[in-house]
């Protein structure tokens, strides 16, 4: 049975760091793009960051540049979510999702994942 596993959020105050896990399970891995998507309370989900099946391609929502950094660990049928300098914004729940693909192409488009985890809290709060 096909099955994403988000970990790692928390509380934590402006300016610090997390770093969410999403691991998979009961699929072939290297086969899925994975996105980041983040919900907060009273607001429409939304793309955070995605990578291809390979890794070789990323992108990132604008909101995010320069302090989010996505990278997968095939070998460990997970992918991860380094967060910086994180803002009281950036609360919020926090899913990943899964793509199957062909090539090495990645979407950011919601519609285009088939799978998703159950979400984890993040919360950026002094």
């Known amino acids: 049975q096909l099955q994403l596993v988000?970990?790692?959020g928390g509380l934590v105050q402006p300016g610090g760091s997390l770093r969410?896990?999403?691991?998979?399970?009961?699929f072939t891995f290297d086969y899925y793009a994975i996105?980041?998507?983040?919900?907060?309370?009273?607001?429409?989900?939304?793309?955070?960051?995605?990578i291809s099946s390979s890794g070789g391609s990323t992108k990132y929502a604008d909101s995010v540049k320069g302090r989010f950094t996505i990278s997968r660990d095939n070998a460990k049928n997970t992918v991860y979510l380094q967060m910086n300098s994180l803002k009281p914004e950036d609360t919020a729940v926090y899913y990943c999702a899964a793509d199957y693909r062909g090539s090495d192409?990645?979407?950011p488009l919601e519609d285009?994942?088939?799978?998703?985890?159950?979400?984890?809290?993040?919360?950026?709060?002094?």
């Open 6 to 8: 988000e970990s790692g």
């Open 20 to 26: 969410l896990s999403c691991a998979a399970s009961g």
């Open 35 to 50: 996105g980041w998507f983040r919900q907060a309370p009273g607001k429409e989900r939304e793309g955070v960051s995605c």
């Open 105 to 107: 192409y990645v979407s």
């Open 112 to 126: 285009e994942y088939d799978y998703w985890g159950q979400g984890t809290q993040v919360t950026v709060s002094s």
